[in-house]
């Protein structure tokens, strides 16, 4: 649904506009259309290469929806936003057609898997340290992509959202215990019940996967204490050599 992001900040963070070093530019020549924020201390004369967040926006939303984060995660980050490619007409967008399909969510996720090799060499990224943020369908995209890809990605950050019965493409048990994920969700949340938040957990745990699980007094969104976990989390992550 249209709008399913709700952010209770101080401030509203959806003026993405004015955020320093973003873009809101779409860039289509890769295989998933997308925006980008340059991170504070980037430079363009400099070889460094910066840790990278790359947002999976949820059912109905668009490319301007979690960008708006980078407000509260660290400076030094890198973002790239997404657009799904299934038009709702608007400026809605999804992942897949729905209903989704097992066949469906496979397309997507070796749609991602091929975008997430081309940003490697687009941009100054360090691909050691690449994290997935996703919200509601978005989550679920990210959750299915560390299950079916987890060698390609440092962590993912999934935000009210829960696992397919069924992603398509075999899981990789055996890459997936260095998979690093952190999940917030609502106990409160009626679009997608806490049920699934903690469904995801079990399976998860039974994988041997590095899981922080946070639930918080929320319905379906994005809280000023769900994201300051989020950023404990990550700097935690980027600690790591």
């Known amino acids: ?130 994290f997935l943020m996703g919200f509601s369908q978005g989550s679920m995209i990210s959750l299915s992509y560390a299950l079916a890809f987890p060698s390609s990605v440092a962590g993912i950050i999934a935000q009210s959202g829960a696992i397919p019965p069924n992603i398509g493409l075999k899981i990789d048990t055996q890459n997936l215990i260095k998979m690093s994920i952190i999940i917030t969700h609502g106990i409160e949340d009626r679009m997608m019940p806490i049920a699934r938040a903690r469904e995801a957990k079990d399976f998860l745990n039974k994988l041997k996967v590095d899981l922080s699980y946070n639930e918080f007094h929320m319905g379906h969104t994005i809280n000023a204490e769900s994201i300051v976990s989020v950023r404990n989390w990550l700097g935690l992550k980027l600690s790591k050599k």
């Open 1 to 130: 649904m249209k709008g399913l992001l709700i952010i209770l900040l101080t401030t509203l963070i959806m003026t993405t506009n004015s955020l320093m070093g973003q873009s809101d530019k779409l860039i289509t020549d890769l295989s998933i259309k997308h925006i980008v924020k340059y991170p504070a201390t980037y430079k363009t004369d400099s070889d460094e290469k910066y840790p990278v967040i790359i947002t999976f926006h949820g059912h109905g939303s668009n490319e301007k929806d979690l960008i708006g984060l980078s407000e509260y995660l660290q400076d030094d980050l890198f973002w790239i936003s997404g657009r799904g490619p299934s038009a709702l007409g608007g400026n809605s967008f999804d992942w897949y057609e729905l209903p989704p399909t097992p066949e469906k969510i496979a397309a997507i996720l070796q749609k991602i898997n091929t975008f997430i090799n081309e940003l490697k060499s687009e941009y100054p990224i360090d691909t050691n340290k690449i």
